[in-house]
């Protein structure tokens, strides 16, 4: 992992949506890409904000007073503590950046929790 | 700055290259844009990796050991206490993420050392 990173590449490495995988690491952070599609589960993250980038696609971020679109080039963090739902109609590619323990569904937990493989 | 961020409309709001500003906070980090063009100088981070990622143009980031060239859509993590120095062609633009206390030109100082605004 010391050299450059090759987003498209790593994209097309990832088989369902939602299965996160870590590209890369600054400091005590991981750089995550994962594809989405559908809908997630409402989660959120008490100890941590989120850093969403979107690359290709256009993701939903649901908050619960509001729904923050976000296309390529374009970014929004998620506040830590805020309760967010992210959905996608189309397949949408998307990197994250957040603590190397940050847990994907957060407090929710359940069968949607995967620990990303570094790829 | 609790909305999403449009790279493209941060970049033109930034005058000349190496004027970094701030777009926006995860946690105890900034994400930072930035246009390159020309050489930038010699330095390096003692306590923290840097991400560099590219959203146009093409970003040689010198190392001492070699040059890694890096396009849109791809990203490189500079370790902490490695020396670099960016240079572009042509007009590069950047989203760099790192700590909040980091300064532009490291342990090197000097004249292009800027405290970068918020926009």
């Given amino acids: 992992m010391d050299d450059k990173i090759n987003l498209s590449e790593k994209f097309s490495l990832l088989p369902d949506a939602y299965q996160p995988a870590i590209v ?3 400091n005590d952070y991981k750089l995550v890409v994962v594809k989405t599609q559908g809908e997630f589960v409402w989660h959120k993250h008490d100890e941590t904000d989120e850093l969403f980038i979107v690359v290709k696609g256009e993701l939903t971020i649901q908050l619960r007073d509001r729904d923050v679109v976000v296309g390529p080039g374009e970014l929004f963090v998620v506040p830590k503590g ?5 959905k996608a109609d189309e397949e949408t590619h998307i990197l994250l950046i957040e603590p190397r323990d940050t847990v994907n569904t957060g407090d929710a937990g359940g069968d949607r929790t995967v620990v990303p493989v570094e790829i």
């Fill in 24 to 26: 890369g690491y600054m």
């Fill in 82 to 86: 805020v309760e967010h739902c992210p």
